[in-house]
């Protein structure tokens, strides 16, 4: 059991209390559009760590024998299709050839850091996506990024 809260353990409160004890014990499957956010993460704050963390599966569907073999072989990676690599990349090379945020992204100090406080003596735990000299950078992917 958990001695701190996070906002994604209150998110999964929200839904139920079981929502809760699954998110604690990790057994809440990754979705779609979760994987898709940590293949972009990957590619704009952590490229360095893409050949450590994913396989491409260059067949046509996710069954039969080829595809079994190698999921086997690459147990210890996320696999994904050439065209999630490909739609993820063109996301990601949006936003490092945007000059703001390729200006913000240059001044990083660190990633992925853990953040620990309290709040009315509730210890919290969260995690910066990136730390730098004076801010702190939250990534996140959407479906639509208009104003409304």
């Given at each position: 059991m958990r001695d701190y809260l996070s906002y994604s353990?209150?998110?999964?409160?929200?839904?139920?209390?079981?929502?809760?004890?699954?998110?604690w014990g990790k057994t809440t499957p990754q979705?779609?559009?979760?994987?898709?956010?940590s293949l972009i993460h990957t590619l704009i704050l952590e490229p360095e760590?893409?050949?450590k963390k994913y396989k491409v599966f260059d067949g046509k569907r996710r069954a039969g024998k080829d595809w079994e073999d190698f999921k086997q072989k690459n147990r210890a990676f996320d696999i994904?299709?050439?065209?999630e690599l490909n739609e993820a990349a063109?996301?990601?090379?949006?936003?490092?050839?945007?000059?703001?945020t390729r200006a913000l992204l240059n001044r990083v100090g660190e990633t992925e850091k853990k953040l620990n406080w309290s709040y009315n003596n509730v210890?919290?735990?969260?995690?910066?996506?990136a730390i730098g000299?004076?801010?702190?950078?939250?990534?996140k992917?959407?479906?639509d990024a208009s104003p409304r």
């Open positions: 353990s209150l998110k999964a409160f929200n839904k139920s209390p079981l929502h809760l004890l699954d998110y979705s779609s559009a979760m994987a898709k956010g760590k893409y050949d994904i299709k050439q065209s063109t996301i990601a090379g949006m936003v490092l050839a945007h000059h703001e210890p919290l735990v969260g995690f910066a996506d000299d004076n801010f702190v950078l939250d990534l992917t959407c479906n």
